[in-house]
């Protein structure tokens, strides 16, 4: 499944992510990926969005259900 995230909740620009875990996510979760500054937290904007024609990174883990 792709996913939209934002860095910082004011951001206008998503990024997205790949997700293959067995946890469902929902708009509002916080995730760790890994960026090219290092691993972050992010927050989750939408799911199932559709596949972009460029490659992905994964989300590497699931911090919280309906975060901030």
Do not use: W
Request: glycine letters at 8%; a positive charge.
């Amino acid at each position: 499944m792709f996913v939209s995230v934002k860095f910082q909740p004011r951001d206008s620009r998503t990024y997205t992510y790949t997700y293959d875990g067995a946890q469902p996510l929902h708009p509002g979760d916080m995730v760790k990926v890994d960026s090219k500054d290092g691993t972050k937290t992010v927050s989750v904007v939408a799911v199932n969005v559709p596949k972009p024609p460029f490659a992905c990174k994964p989300i590497v883990a699931v911090l919280a259900e309906g975060g901030l």
